[in-house]
């Protein structure tokens, strides 16, 4: 179901009961109001009637006041002749006076008109007959008088003399002062007064007044006062208009007073204030409709706009969104959350381009890397082929013989160290490579190997100058080799002929720095951020010569980590590029600085080892080596004997039967006085994660079984 | 008059010993370290044969190949490279696009290079 028909449906669940209810209401007030104008309009008819009422009860006094004069109880009718004259002009009403005796019989008429009708017909007359034998009072009904041309009624009194009926006196009168009373209601034009004789006709009528009177009442009317004397009813004039009508029949004169109200200006009036709250509702369900389909609008245009943003972030474009898309808090928020989430998938989108693109560079590297293996390993394949062939044919001992067996040397071991160095990164990448560790002298090693290239010419006619501090690490002698015989091949192939290399050593806080800084051209600036990724080439791409691998740097940068040490580039502020190895400094050399001790036999040393052969081999070659030696088989007896003998140096095997050499180690550790004890481990495992075990729990130096009496005469010697 | 050959090679030792195999094999052969100098000792004293790497620093085979194919149509070339097909151009099949009268990959076995000179003659 869309929002709008939510929203209309809420706005009409709001407004239908608040309507019906208002409706309820209306029916109620109309119904009211219809009430009150019922009771008003019978309390008029009520109160005409009562002066209709009061109007022929002046008519019935003044007659029966003449009824009453002595000349007419005498008989003296000639007198009474007289009086009834003068009665007459007193009452503008009266048409006549009239005589007759009870039998009907004519005495006086003082218009002197004839009676049409015929002679005894008048003791037939209702009211004549009724006031003849009772003796009361009573009034006509409305009676056309051809003579006068006038519709009139007549008020009968009784003669009475000595007990008995003499006479019947009448007085015909014309209902003027009736319509006049009528008339004095100022209805609305559109209500009619009337006033009905016992017969049902019209004595006096509002509307039409000349014509209406002594015409028969509406049918309705009639059969209303049928059926009741007084009351409400709908009904229809003569006219036919509709009406409502509150009657009400005198029980004096038998007359009655209705009125007819039009029931389209009652109906109206009643029905004005329901129209009037019907259109109230009406206009209120409007304005909430209205505001349904505006709010409608506002939301459904921002929900849409914001399910066309969702489908475009889904695609993976970019959207401008604004949070004013509409004024609802709640439609903000989720703008709000989906600008961000659309940020963020930008951000993505983003981030895994710059992935594909780092992919796609790595990609291209390792093609460029196999095309350039490819180079470095056939073009020394094919100096030695080709020595190969002078060796075959050239003369024993000649000078060409001689040349190409040194190619053919120089070129295996070129080609061994690349393979070399190629599965080392390999290894270091992996996490597979083993250091084998011992205490030694940087600037040993390094006056080594720069007098080994040296003596092999492999300096060229470079200037290379060597200026090294002593400096004792903790180290891998090969690997180190490897670190500074790389630094220095880069330095040599990438500085010109007749260039200089600088070589330093120095001690700086806890580490020891070696820098290689050369007068070549520097590193170009887009490289130093990568040179030490695999692969990553000193020259422009294109142009492959002697180039190398571009796994040298990466090899220096793998190794001096191992050595928890660190490698950095610079380019010199001379030009030229400097690079720096930093290696953490072995405690022992902390302790004792410059000052060499220097390395000689007789110290004590403490073997713990459970394998008897390796034991008494061990125990042998040192105690060649001119040390002093005490053994152990287990840890329990070899912490026993340090307690007691205080070794200078304990060569202690990991797997012991009892307590394991690491917990040795360290409980050595934890009881070493001021003398600082030196500890070998010896183990059958030289995995990088037995190392850092052996050197956590407090070894120097770890040992990898099995080890040569030259290995272990260094590690021993090192120590200070 | 043995046949002459110009050998251009970066390489010192593979340069030696193929001087030395080829002049085993009864050629007078000359050496340079690079293209440029190769031309400029075709100049001073032609060769009938120029035997090239194409990778080498400075001035690579190909311009070497260019400037003799222009300043020395007779002479005979044969290009010699360790690249291998890994990347999309061969460097061996880029040297025979541009016109040498053979090609080899290193390592090769001399008595190949011996027959290929052979066969240009």
């Not at chain 1, 790595?362 to 180079?375: E, G, I, T």
């Not at chain 1, 670190?483 to 700086?508: C, S, W, Y």
């Not at chain 2, 050959?5 to 094999?25: H, K, T, Y």
């Amino acid at each position: 179901m869309k929002l709008r028909s939510h929203l209309f449906l809420l706005a009409l669940g709001t407004i239908v009961p608040v309507a019906i209810f208002a409706v309820v209401v209306a029916v109620w007030l109309v119904e009211r109001e219809r009430e009150a104008w019922r009771i008003g309009a019978e309390n008029r008819a009520s109160a005409l009637l009562s002066a209709v009422d009061a109007e022929l009860r002046g008519h019935v006094t003044s007659l029966e006041a003449l009824a009453s004069v002595p000349s007419l109880q005498d008989g003296n009718l000639d007198y009474f002749r007289t009086v009834a004259e003068s009665t007459l002009k007193t009452h503008p009403d009266w048409l006549n006076i009239r005589l007759a005796t009870p039998d009907g019989k004519p005495i006086l008429n003082l218009r002197n008109l004839d009676d049409p009708r015929p002679h005894g017909s008048l003791a037939k007359d209702g009211s004549f007959a009724r006031t003849a034998t009772t003796g009361k009072t009573a009034i006509s009904n409305m009676a056309w008088d051809p003579q006068l041309m006038r519709w009139r009624f007549s008020v009968r009194a009784p003669v009475v003399h000595n007990g008995t009926i003499r006479y019947v006196l009448a007085a015909d009168a014309v209902p003027d002062s009736i319509t006049s009373l009528v008339q004095a209601q100022n209805f609305d034009p559109d209500w009619v007064g009337v006033v009905l004789d016992a017969s049902n006709r019209f004595v006096a009528r509002t509307w039409d007044s000349e014509k209406s009177i002594g015409q028969p009442a509406s049918e309705s009317l009639q059969a209303a006062l049928a059926k009741s004397s007084s009351g409400w009813f709908r009904g229809r004039t003569v006219e036919g208009v509709e009406v409502y009508t509150p009657f009400h029949r005198s029980a004096t004169t038998g007359w009655t007073v209705a009125m007819g109200v039009s029931a389209k200006t009652f109906d109206s009036a009643v029905w004005r204030s329901g129209w009037t709250l019907a259109l109230g509702i009406s206009f209120a369900i409007l304005l909430a409709l209205l505001g349904a389909h505006l709010i409608n609008r506002r939301i459904a245009n921002a929900i849409a706009s914001l399910a066309e943003a969702t489908k475009a972030i889904g695609k993976g474009e970019t959207v401008a969104l604004s949070t004013d898309i509409a004024p609802v808090d709640e439609i903000q928020t989720l703008a709000r959350a989906l600008r961000a989430s659309a940020d963020a998938a930008h951000e993505r989108q983003v981030l895994i381009e710059r992935e594909k693109s780092a992919l796609q560079e790595a990609d291209r590297a390792k093609d460029r890397f196999l095309a350039m293996l490819s180079h470095e390993l056939r073009n020394p394949l094919a100096a030695i082929s080709a020595a190969a062939h002078v060796v075959r044919f050239a003369k024993a001992g000649s000078a060409e013989a001689i040349s190409a067996q040194l190619v053919i040397e120089r070129q295996t071991r070129h080609m061994a160290r690349l393979i070399g160095d190629l599965l080392d990164v390999s290894r270091i990448t992996l996490g597979k490579m083993a250091l084998e560790r011992e205490p030694l002298d940087l600037a040993e090693t390094i006056t080594k190997l720069a007098r080994t290239w040296r003596a092999s010419g492999r300096f060229g006619r470079h200037d290379v100058n060597l200026d090294l501090a002593p400096a004792r690490v903790n180290a891998d002698a090969t690997r180190i080799e490897q670190v500074v015989a790389n630094l220095l091949d880069n330095a040599l192939k990438f500085t010109p002929h007749g260039g200089r290399v600088d070589i330093t050593l120095a001690r700086e806080g806890s580490e020891a720095v070696l820098r290689v800084s050369d007068s070549g051209p520097g590193i170009p600036q887009h490289l130093l951020d990568r040179l030490f990724e695999p692969f990553v080439q000193g020259n422009e791409p294109g142009t492959l010569a002697s180039a190398g691998l571009g796994i040298g740097l990466a090899l220096v940068k793998g190794l001096a980590e191992m050595h928890q040490g660190s490698v950095s580039a610079v380019n010199g502020p001379a030009g030229g590029s400097v690079f720096t190895v930093r290696l953490p400094l072995s405690e022992a050399s902390l302790v004792v600085t410059s000052a060499e001790r220097s390395v000689t036999g007789g110290r004590h040393i403490l073997l713990i080892e459970d394998d008897d052969d390796t034991r008494m081999m061990l125990h042998a070659a040192l105690e060649f080596g001119g040390h002093e030696v005490r053994q152990a088989r287990d840890g329990t007896s070899g912490l026993a004997l340090a307690a007691q003998s205080l070794p200078d140096v304990a060569v202690i095997d990991l797997g012991l039967p009892d307590i394991d050499g690491l917990e040795v180690a360290r409980r050595l550790r934890s009881t070493q006085g001021k003398r600082r004890l030196a500890l070998v481990a010896l183990t059958g495992f030289g995995g990088p994660d037995d190392q850092r075990r052996a050197l956590d729990a407090g070894f120097d130096v770890h040992l990898t079984k099995p080890v040569t009496h030259e290995r272990l005469k260094r590690v021993i010697g090192g120590f200070p | 008059m043995s046949t002459r050959i110009l050998l251009v090679d970066d390489d010192a030792d593979f340069r030696a010993m193929l001087c030395s195999a080829l002049e085993l094999a009864g050629y007078s052969v000359e050496v340079a370290r690079n293209g440029r100098a190769a031309l400029a000792r075709q100049r001073h004293s032609p060769a009938d044969i120029l035997i090239t790497d194409i990778f080498m620093p400075e001035s690579d085979g190909f311009e070497a190949i260019d400037g003799f194919r222009r300043n020395f149509p007779s002479t005979k070339i044969v290009a010699i490279s360790g690249g291998a097909p890994v990347m999309k151009a061969n460097y061996l099949d880029a040297a025979g696009l541009i016109g040498v009268d053979a090609a080899l990959q290193k390592p090769f076995e001399m008595e190949e290079l011996l027959r290929v000179l052979k066969s240009i003659q």
